[in-house]
C-alpha cells in the first residue's frame, strides 16, 4: 500500500504564490508516476501536474508557465509550486500515484491513478 499526505494549502491573494508537498509513504516502488490534480465546487477532479520517477512532467494547459511539479526522491515528496494564482485556481488540491509511469503521467486522467491523498484546499480571493 501506498499512503500519501499533502500539506501546504491555504488562502491567498490573486498573484500571490503557494507550495503543496505531497509525503509519500507505503510500497514506494509503486509511484513511477505522482501527480497533482484538483475538484473546486461543483466541477469534476481535473489533473493538474504529473512527474515520472525519471523527471518527465506533463502540465494541464490551464498551469502551463505558472505551476512547478518536482520530487524530492531522497525525501520521498512531492511538490507543487504555484506561482501567479488566479481565483479559478480555488480548489481541493490531491496528490496521486500510479504505477504505470509514462502511461498514467502522459494521459493524467483521475481514472488511471491508484493512489490518493485527503486533500489540502487551496483558496485564492481578494
Known amino acids: 500500500q501506498v499512503q500519501l499526505v499533502e500539506s501546504g494549502g491555504g488562502s491567498v491573494q490573486p498573484g500571490g504564490s503557494l507550495r503543496l508537498a505531497c509525503g509519500v509513504s507505503?510500497?514506494?516502488?509503486?509511484?513511477?508516476?505522482m501527480a497533482w490534480f484538483r475538484q473546486a465546487p461543483g466541477k469534476e477532479r481535473e489533473g493538474v501536474a504529473a512527474?515520472?520517477?525519471?523527471?518527465?512532467?506533463t502540465y494541464a494547459d490551464s498551469v502551463k508557465g505558472r505551476f512547478t511539479i518536482t520530487q524530492d526522491n531522497a525525501k520521498n515528496t512531492l511538490y507543487l509550486q504555484m506561482d501567479s494564482l488566479k481565483l479559478e485556481d480555488t480548489a481541493m488540491y490531491y496528490c496521486?500515484?500510479?504505477?504505470?509511469?509514462?502511461?498514467?503521467?502522459?494521459?493524467?486522467?483521475?481514472?488511471?491513478?491508484?493512489?490518493w491523498g485527503q486533500g489540502t484546499q487551496v483558496t485564492v480571493s481578494s
Open positions: 496521486a500515484a500510479d504505477s504505470r509511469g509514462d502511461y498514467s503521467c502522459t494521459g493524467l486522467r483521475e481514472i488511471d491513478f491508484a493512489y
Open positions: 507505503g510500497y514506494t516502488y509503486s509511484t513511477s508516476c
Open positions: 512527474i515520472t520517477i525519471l523527471g518527465r512532467t
